[in-house]
């Protein structure tokens, strides 16, 4: 099954444009939040070419053209949609 997959680094954030900004946590962990902002830019698939997730439980999606950013105390992760291929082929 082909999925979307990312480059993603820890501690960065991103610079593009914006898409979306949702709330996720403390209703959830890190980890399951971290899953559900992969899952919203997943679905979607046409515009989001990115997302970040913040210590401040904050879903960032973003568009276009994106690059990653030097670090900022609240960034956790950031991930760049780097195309389709398989789990095996990597990517978060």
């Not at 999606?61 to 789990?87: M, Q, R, W």
């Amino acid at each position: 099954e082909l999925v979307r997959l990312y480059r993603c680094k820890e501690g960065v954030s991103l610079l593009a444009s914006p898409l979306s900004a949702t709330k996720l946590s403390p209703a959830l962990t890190a980890d399951e939040a971290i899953a559900e902002c992969k899952g919203m830019c997943d679905a979607r698939a046409e515009t989001c070419t990115g997302y970040t997730y913040k210590k401040t439980g904050w879903c960032y999606l973003v568009a276009d053209k994106v690059v990653f950013t030097k670090p900022y105390p609240s960034d956790l992760t950031a991930c760049i949609f780097k195309g389709v291929g398989t789990e095996d082929d990597g990517g978060r």
